[in-house]
């Protein structure tokens, strides 16, 4: 157990360079030295500070140099035994000598959390060497935390940023800004897209002071901090009557709040903002367009050199569901495609990956890529809202993987998500990614131990798009754990399959909820929360599945072709998808030779049969992972293994007793 009070996750230097360590790693002591930047700058204060905590072992010299090189892209670093371009500057000294160049402090920084990271998987010198640049300019965390210290969506305890309306800053807030550098992130939303309460006056003298010490304590690590922003603060602190985007007694009333903010905040990143969307305002209210909530802010923000990030998970839940032509999945597409080209240089559209709300399988929005006159950025969500509550293992790369790299059609090449979303597509100076976070005041930080994959992968990821899940999961383990050789085997692959388990024992094909309305954990396969004109699902006796085709919604016709042909189809359709394109009859074949109603009993049944053995191989950690991470997992393990009963007998009979067929393998189905 850490001191602390709270884990240091994959930084815990101390357990894996330890005496007692399996792999026995051996860090040394280094001896820092620095060219051309500045000792003082606080980055580079922080990454000489880290290298010190790493290698503190009193044997073993090692010596780091961070150098200054121009060349070196933004944010991004080499290591190795080259200084300029040539081998002349290589060291001859006893202690081995790494290099880290960089163009930037914050380069340098993720140079020396490389090298630590190499390090800490038991890579020795001279293998260690590095030529990197961030995939994406933007790697951001958004947290859903409210003032109050509770957490929308959060499973891992409460907030540590907010308790009791106060801003909590302390020793555990420095830890996480270093958690977040190591992986690449630079920048962090600390509230809530729900901007309630005191919340909004996080951007009054009530808070500034604070939030400077955040921001401050961010800075170090070269982080940003951004605000959520509620976007009715004209009316709630301003006193005004409406807060209409286009009038000018609001218009001036954000440039006076946003200078105020700038003259305490110099640091802010911008402003994220959600609006007209489950009961938030927004400028629909007063008949504009989404394009002038956005610019409006964007151009007063402007001049401070911030940045507006601009939700477009906007859609209208009140929507009648018995009109076959209404369709949630068309909103995002159907309120800001149209506006393409219309959003200053400041603003940039953040994009759900899929067109409803983070489900275990969707399509990818069409709106990426589908704007391409506009600056956008993906929206994941490692808060494991609808994939398990961090009860359940799901490790989420490979779905991250699959989103980057679909291809969207927009133009010849350069195409995939990764492409638009990184800024390479359209040449978009404000690109990237951002992750509704997992974490909480838990002492292990994600609820569930193995959560902590998500988090460090998302980080990973958004710096490298092009690393593979299993590299990641493999750092991820590595780094945390210290396992021998078999075990890590092990718990590689229980990550890398655990997002198909979840899938196989809840809803099937792409059909999406089947979750309990609200919570979104557990199975209620008529539960969709907004479903009180009928199940979204449009079960009946012969089939089941939403018909988005050409002939129903009309939500296929938003992709670029040939996707569009592809998804209207239900020959061509990928079949994980069916049910989100098609109503679909039970006898359909797959390409399996099973009917679907035969793969749903068997996907349910194997499901459920995975999760148990999930947990069963969990029992191979104990005495080899800490006593408090081994009770923890089992703890969940025994959690998920009962939901996952509970979602296979619930999904199977309600199609059982709507089909009237039976299980072809003749098994019990309740
Ligand atoms: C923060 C879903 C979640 C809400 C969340 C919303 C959003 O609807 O259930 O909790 O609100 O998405 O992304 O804004």
Known sequence: MSEKGWSQLWLDYASKAGKDSVNGIRMGNVNVDIKDFDVDNRVIESAVKELNRAFCGDNDKVKVTLVRNKEVAKEGYRIGNIIGGSNENVAKSDAPEYVIEASDENGALYGVFHLIREKLMGKEYPNICADCAPSNPLRMMNHWDNMDGSIERGYSGRSFFFVGDEIVVNERTVDYARFMASVGINGVVINNVNVKWAATDLITTRFFDKVKELSDIFGDYGIKLYLSLNFASPIELGGLPICDPLDKDVINWWKDKIKEVYDHLPDLGGFLVKADSEGRPGPFTYGRTQADGANMLGDIIAQYGGIIIWRCFVYNCTQDWRDTKTDRARAGYDYFKGLDGEYHDNVILQIKNGPMDFQIREPISPLLGGLTKTNQMLEVQIAQEYTGHQIDVCY???????????????????????????????????????????????????????????????????????????????????????????????????????????????????????????????????????????????????????????????????????????????????????????????????????????????????????????????????????????????????????????????????????????????????
């Not at 009963?645 to 003749?666: M, T």
């Open 396 to 670: 989420l790369i490979p779905m991250f993987k699959e989103i980057l790299g679909f291809k969207t059609y927009c133009r010849d090449d350069l195409d995939t998500v990764a492409d638009v979303i990184s800024g390479r597509t359209m040449g978009n100076k404000y690109a990237g990614m951002a992750a509704v976070i997992n974490t909480g005041n838990d002492y292990n930080w994600t609820g569930n131990d193995l959560a902590a994959a998500n988090l460090y992968g998302f980080g990973r990821l958004a710096f490298n798009t092009e690393l593979s899940s299993e590299e990641i999961a493999r750092e991820w383990v590595r780094l945390t754990f210290d396992l021998e050789q078999d075990l890590e085997d092990k718990l590689v692959d229980m990550l890398l399959r655990s997002r198909e388990i979840y899938e196989k024992y809840t809803s099937p094909l792409g059909i999406g909820w089947m979750v309990t309305p609200s919570d979104h954990y557990g199975p209620s396969v008529d539960g969709y929360e907004y479903s009180r004109w009928g199940t979204y699902h449009r079960a009946d006796h012969l089939g089941l599945g939403v018909d988005r085709t050409d002939k129903g919604t009309g939500y296929a016709q938003q992709y670029y072709s040939p996707n569009a042909e592809m998804y209207n189809d239900p020959k061509t359709c990928p079949e994980n998808l069916l049910l989100f394109f098609h109503h679909i009859p039970y006898t359909w074949k797959l390409a399996s030779g099973q009917s679907l109603i035969q793969y749903i009993y068997d996907s349910h049944f194997e499901g459920c049969a995975e999760a148990e053995e999930l947990a069963e191989t969990w029992k191979e950690f104990e005495g080899k992972v800490s006593d408090r991470t081994y009770a923890c997992v089992s703890e969940r393990f025994g959690r998920q293994v009962y939901n996952a009963r509970e979602w296979r007998d619930q999904v199977n009979s309600y199609f059982y007793r709507k089909s009237g067929i039976s299980d072809e393998k003749g098994r019990t189905i309740y």
